[in-house]
């Protein structure tokens, strides 16, 4: 198989289901537990999960430099807990609130705007962005969930260009099966 090799950080969340996206796009994921398991990876997935086990994890690990340096470095795509990472990591130029679309009982699945087409996201306990700094932009937002159901909320973001890119999403995509984000991520 060719394509690039994909790291997936691998403590928590839906690592298996990105995984099974990035092959199905003909590229390589590979599991990310270790700092070693960062070196020749071509582009960075940080899947959701709870975002503070996350960042305990990343600390217990000592994967938390090597995680925001790799993001600087290679195109990186951060899913709901994985987009709170890149903001608190500081390589994201956004803030984010948690869980701003309600308990997992108000789970809800959309089609999205994204950039000139669409996306079917799950939202699932998501995160909304409050604030894009300078040089990120906006690439979709959702009208319809929880306490800002009347309002549309910023829910996929991305900054840079090229390898160093960054896009946060508030969704899960890899849930749906639409490969919109991943093949945007890669191509």
């Not at 990035?22 to 960062?38: C, K, Q, S, W």
């Not at 899913?79 to 108000?106: H, K, S």
């Not at 960054?166 to 639409?178: A, K, Q, R, W, Y």
């Amino acid at each position: 198989m060719s394509g690039r090799v994909v790291g997936v950080l691998a403590l928590q969340g839906g690592v298996a289901e990105h995984a099974r996206m990035i092959e199905a796009l003909g590229h390589r994921p590979r599991p990310v537990r270790r700092l070693g398991d960062l070196e020749g990876i071509e582009a960075l997935v940080l899947p959701g999960g709870e975002s503070t086990t996350l960042h305990r994890l990343l600390t217990a690990f000592d994967l938390t430099k090597g995680i925001r340096d790799a993001a600087r470095r290679v195109p990186t795509l951060g899913t709901c807990a994985g987009l709170i990472l890149l903001a608190t990591l500081g390589v994201l130029d956004v803030d984010v609130e948690r869980n701003a679309f309600g308990p997992q009982a108000d789970s809800a699945t959309a089609r999205l705007p994204w950039k000139h087409g669409s996306v079917v996201a799950a939202f699932i306990r998501a995160p909304r962005v409050t604030r894009v700094g300078g040089g990120v932009r906006v690439c979709s937002t959702w009208q319809g969930g929880g306490r800002y159901g009347a309002e549309p909320a910023i829910v996929g973001v991305e900054q840079g260009e090229g390898e160093q890119r960054i896009i946060g999403v508030s969704f899960h995509p890899e849930l749906t099966g639409d490969t919109t984000i991943h093949r945007d991520l890669l191509d």
